[in-house]
């Protein structure tokens, strides 16, 4: 038997990526899974998919009344979704930061407020937020980016204190580069992508980018009832980045 099994969870962009993997991961624990994605479709295998607009609170209201509906329950919240953004904190216009601030951040806020009734109800109550080290390490040209991810780092920590008294566990993991579509298109893109690829395998002390599969795994422990006295963490999947200061090895 999983350490999921009867417990039903939901995967916010959950499609792709560490998303993917996570859902796939619990699904494979014994849990019932839904991925909501703007993305979703009408797949077979062990997933539901839900399609899911973060920036609509109509549309998370709906895809939270889903999953409920088909799972009669709601146990997991795992608030993945997020979209990605270069520059320094003058080369974004107003118009993106609101893009971004709008998805990474009032989405999961979005999410989180429709799925908290349900939650309450749940005997192994757990949301798991998907931060970066860029909300605690300085990276070239991540300015948004970083801010909506100190933002999340915040909120989680915030929503730990506010809902322990509820029975909901809430904490987040903060990979370091992850291996993912996004982080390809990126490199793809690059005016040299193989030293682009390579410079970001260096960033993490262990030389190469985490894998999404690794992600998951972390979300996995703090989503689980096994780790029913962990909250309020902020786990680093980041291949020793935010600790390790190594010599220059030339």
């Known amino acids: 038997m ?7 969870a939901a995967v916010t962009g959950g499609a792709s990526g560490i998303g993917l ?7 494979q624990r014994g849990a019932r899974v839904a991925v909501l994605d ?10 539901t998919f839900v399609p899911c607009d973060l ?6 209201r709906a895809a939270i009344g889903a999953v ?8 997991v919240l795992v608030n993945n979704a997020g979209i990605g ?9 107003d118009d993106e930061w609101m893009r971004v601030l709008d998805v990474n951040v009032l989405g999961l806020v979005r999410v989180t407020r429709a799925a908290l ?7 192994a109550a757990a949301i798991v937020n998907t931060c970066s080290i860029a909300a605690t390490a300085g990276l070239p040209r991540r300015a948004l980016y970083s801010a909506s991810k100190g933002a999340l780092l915040a909120l989680t920590r915030a929503m730990a204190a506010d809902h322990v008294g509820d029975g909901i566990r809430v904490s987040c ?23 682009e690829r390579a410079a970001l395998n260096a960033r993490q002390p262990t030389g190469r980018m985490v894998s999404a599969d690794e992600v998951a795994a972390a979300i996995a422990y703090l989503a689980s009832p096994a780790a029913g006295s962990t909250t309020g963490v902020d786990l680093a999947v980041d291949g020793g980045m935010s600790g390790l200061r190594m010599r220059p090895t030339s």
């Open 173 to 195: 993991v903060s990979p370091g580069t992850v291996d993912t579509p996004w982080v390809g298109r990126l490199v793809a893109s690059a005016a040299d992508p193989d030293a």
């Open 2 to 8: 999983g350490e999921f099994d009867g417990l039903g």
């Open 21 to 27: 993997a996570t859902a796939r991961l619990l699904a």
């Open 38 to 47: 703007v993305r979703a479709d009408d797949r077979t295998g062990p997933l």
């Open 85 to 93: 953004a270069v520059g320094t904190v003058e080369e974004n216009p």
């Open 117 to 123: 009734p349900h939650l309450r109800r749940s005997p």
């Open 55 to 60: 920036t609509s609170d109509d549309s998370v």
């Open 68 to 75: 409920v509906a088909a799972f009669g329950r709601l146990d």
